[in-house]
T-cell receptor, first 114, second 113 residues
């Protein structure tokens, strides 16, 4: 059974700092890995999708990397802003089926202080 | 947001009553999913659908059933609601044209008293 772990569970940083969120998964036979953002009381917003054959993806100040063989992904946020405060979720989909049934980590709650 | 809506957005119901949640999409995606989100457990898959009338169970399917009679609608039914089904329920679709990237609806907050 796939298990996804996110460390740390919570993180508080001053504005402007660069930071890294970590995600690990136990079964390396994945199809893709997706990072989401969730604001309190809201739905999930997709940030980045990395296919299993890719090493990284970038969108603006966000960069996600994937090391499939070691079961790890990182989300790098450059020059953090108070508006980045949210919970960040990592999820993987299995490689052996055509459906994308995601297994989620419990998330990292990020607070960026002005 | 891939045109996903969920209804109702909030519901309070009593133990033992049936409840149906609706997910509607406007873009004719084949795959649809129902997840629940609970503190300490994160998001867990309840059921998913890979086409009209084609559904399968997820990790936490006991006490839930689903139906999909049209591409755009995916219904989740709690046959006899229990307090353990108090949760936030999210519907999602995956886009095959974007590497199966998943997009989520706004969620339904269900309270079973």
């Amino acid at each position: 059974k796939q298990e996804v772990t996110q460390i740390p569970a919570a993180l508080s940083v001053p504005e402007g700092e660069n930071l890294v969120l970590n995600c690990s998964f136990t079964d390396s036979a994945i199809y893709n890995l997706q990072w989401f953002r969730q604001d309190p009381g809201k739905g999930l917003t997709s940030l980045l999708l990395i296919q299993s054959s890719q090493r990284e993806q970038t969108s603006g100040r966000l960069n996600a990397s994937l090391d499939k063989s070691s079961g790890r992904s990182t989300l790098y946020i450059a020059a953090s802003q108070p508006g980045d405060s949210a919970t960040y979720l990592c999820a993987v989909s299995p490689g052996k089926t055509s459906g994308s049934r995601l297994t989620f980590g419990e998330g990292t709650q990020l607070t960026v202080n002005p | 947001d891939a045109g996903i809506t969920q209804s109702p957005r909030h519901k309070v119901t009593e133990t033992g009553t049936p409840v149906t949640l609706r997910c509607h999409q406007t873009e004719n995606h084949r795959y649809m999913y129902w997840y629940r989100q609970d503190p300490g457990h994160g998001l867990r898959l309840i059921h998913y659908s890979y086409g009209v009338k084609d559904t399968d169970k997820g990790e936490v399917s006991d006490g839930y059933s689903v139906s999909r009679s049209k591409t755009e609608d995916f219904l989740l039914t709690l046959e006899s609601a229990t307090s353990s089904q108090t949760s936030v329920y999210f519907c999602a679709i995956s886009r095959s044209d974007r590497g199966r990237e998943q997009y989520f609806g706004p969620g339904t907050r269900l309270t079973v008293t």
